[in-house]
């Protein structure tokens, strides 16, 4: 029978798979590889406390004055810096802010392309209507809203209806006809 080279590499190679390697090997190999990434981090922590010394050193020559009128010169130098360099960030800041919203903006453009986007469940909130309104108007809204506050009184009279209680025909009999109109112009002036 004949036996095709490959097959043979292929099952040498699975044997060789099926080896494991020693628990002292691999115990070693891994104590190598922890030392030399031990030292590749402190080598590269020395080298950033380096360069961070070099730059401090070309940008902010410290050298402490004697007098007054020294000291107030390298007080504006430190604000004309402090300055600029606020300039800057909040220039990036911008930068940033304007980089994200047109990110968001796509991001957006391509899921409506894409027409998977799928509505968010909208949860029922009770609020009141302070609430709203500040959550609406931001902080301009500083007004408590008292719905009844503006609603009318209306007070009972119950004094006064004891009083009316006489026979109400009386009262009919005295304002009809042309003594009752007499009557009524008379209380009137």
Known sequence: MFVNSDSRKESAAGKMAEKKMSLSRRNHLKSLLLQIGKEMLEEEARRAEEEKMAYMRENCPLSFPQCTLDLQELCRQLHKQIDLVDDERYDMEMKVKKCNKEIDDLKMKVQDLNGRFKKPTLRRVRMSADAMLAALLGSKHK???????????????????GKQTGDWRKNIEDKSGMGGRKKMFEAEA
Do not use: F, P, T, Y
């Not at 007004?143 to 209806?161: F, G, I, P, T, Y």
């Open 143 to 161: 007004v408590s809203l008292d719905l009844r506050a503006n609603l009318k009184q209306v007070k009972k009279e119950l004094k006064e209806e």
